[in-house]
């Protein structure tokens, strides 16, 4: 902005200043023509008084020679024939002469005709050189030249000032709103610069405390609901009692409760990322129990190494479960399913293939509320939401297997969209 501030001053000012200087420029040069031309026209009335006295060309060469122009060998006159002094246009017709200007070699002739007494005329000439008629005129330019430079320099200066107030406060302005984006609530910033940018900067604030006030009432709703699933575990509990099978995957429902109860409640802070292998082990660890009890068999391939992630792994456990769990309620009893982590070139993939009937619309399954079989959709649209807030994307297919496949790709590197806050099942 800067920049083109600069530039927009540079050209109205230097547009301006060719308007005023363009004809001051040739007026400069007209006067120092027109004022060579008026000395010659005074150097020639200096010899009127003495053609009066004298026509003698003995004496009259004197009297050309105290002449500044005669000094230099710039006047002439032209009496009966005669040429007393340096002429430059060679034999004058006495009587045809007039007053005029005529181009002659290196510069210009001034012919002044003189009445004398008994009928007789003569002819004044003074030699105006080139040098004469632009005198001073290189110098007026070059000082007209300086206040141009001037003039546009100053106004550069002034846009630029101008223009960096004006970044400055748009600058803070998309900072903060990356930082807003980025999951810091707290960001605020300190309106200035021109009016509007102080109106965008006090409704960016104002938005920014909406925004935190809805989040945290959200939070609050998510774990309040969360924690009314204490009592039914309380009771579920005393109806397993304290050993067994049962009461592990009680356990887990209750870490997985308190889990999500801490997380809603835990401020919003800038995602850092995670190792989306080790959230794959630990969520796959979480459902094998419940995959041996459904006698269902599956694999886990390619957490043999980190794959970094830029969502948090809160989330990405979320998209995790909603996948997993689709399969688990929509594909019968001992069907296989596998899960498989890809890492490629910026991007990295997660892989749910299961040997179920699959999805007769894989178009109408990422829509919220038209999954069919009952099913919300929910799960689908939050992979989805997480795989576009980092440029991915998910895709639908039929798996290896025989049902359906599950492709979420993540984006590691590049320009990412603004990232979008995720709503978990059931918040």
């Excluded at 001073?136 to 550069?156: D, N, Y």
Aim: overall charge neutral.
């Amino acid at each position: 902005m800067r920049r083109s501030l600069a530039l927009v001053a540079v050209a109205v000012t230097a547009m301006v200043a060719l308007a005023f200087l363009v004809p001051l420029a040739a007026a400069v040069k007209q006067a120092a023509e027109s004022r060579a031309l008026n000395d010659a026209e005074r150097q020639a009335s200096m010899i009127v008084p003495a053609l009066v006295v004298t026509t003698d060309p003995g004496r009259l060469e004197p009297a050309l020679a105290s002449t500044a122009a005669g000094g230099a060998s710039r006047l002439a006159v032209h009496l009966d024939g005669v040429s007393v002094g340096v002429s430059r246009v060679g034999g004058v017709d006495l009587a045809t002469a007039r007053a005029q200007t005529i181009r002659v070699a290196g510069g210009f002739a001034v012919l002044r005709p003189v009445a004398l007494d008994r009928g007789r005329s003569a002819v004044i000439e003074v030699y105006v050189p080139d040098a004469a008629l632009s005198e001073g005129v290189a110098a007026s330019w070059a000082v007209l030249t300086g206040v141009a430079v001037a003039l546009v320099a100053g106004s550069v200066v002034v846009a630029d000032r101008l223009g960096s107030r004006m970044v400055k406060a748009t600058r803070s302005l998309g900072e903060a709103a990356g930082a807003l984006g980025a999951g810091d609530l707290s960001v605020r910033i300190t309106p200035a610069g021109p009016p509007e940018l102080v109106a965008a900067g006090q409704a960016f604030n104002t938005m920014a405390d909406q925004v935190a006030g809805l989040l945290a009432a959200e939070r609050e709703l998510a774990a309040d609901l969360s924690h009314r699933l204490r009592t039914p575990l309380t009771a579920l509990r005393l109806h397993v009692g304290t050993h067994g099978p049962a009461a592990e995957q009680v356990d887990r429902l209750e870490r997985e409760v308190d889990a999500i109860i801490e997380t809603a409640r835990r401020p919003s802070r800038p995602v850092q990322g995670c190792d989306a292998a080790a959230v794959l082990k630990e969520r796959l660890a979480f459902w094998s129990a419940l995959a041996e009890d459904q006698a269902r068999p599956w694999d886990l391939y390619g957490t043999e190494e980190p794959a970094k992630v830029p969502v948090a792994a809160a989330d990405l456990s979320a998209v995790i479960d909603a996948t997993l769990g689709n399969v688990f309620r929509h594909t019968p009893e001992r069907t296989a399913f596998t899960v498989t982590l890809h890492q490629g070139s910026g991007m990295v993939g997660i892989l749910v293939a299961d040997a179920g009937p699959g999805i007769d619309d894989p178009a109408g399954a990422l829509k919220r509320g038209h999954s069919g079989a009952g099913s919300t959709g929910l799960g689908l649209d939050i992979a989805r939401r997480l795989a576009e807030s980092t440029g991915g994307h998910l895709k639908v297919d039929r798996s290896p297997l025989g049902g359906a496949a599950i492709q979420i790709w993540l984006r590691t590197t590049g320009p990412r969209p603004a990232r979008r806050l995720l709503r978990r099942a059931g918040h």
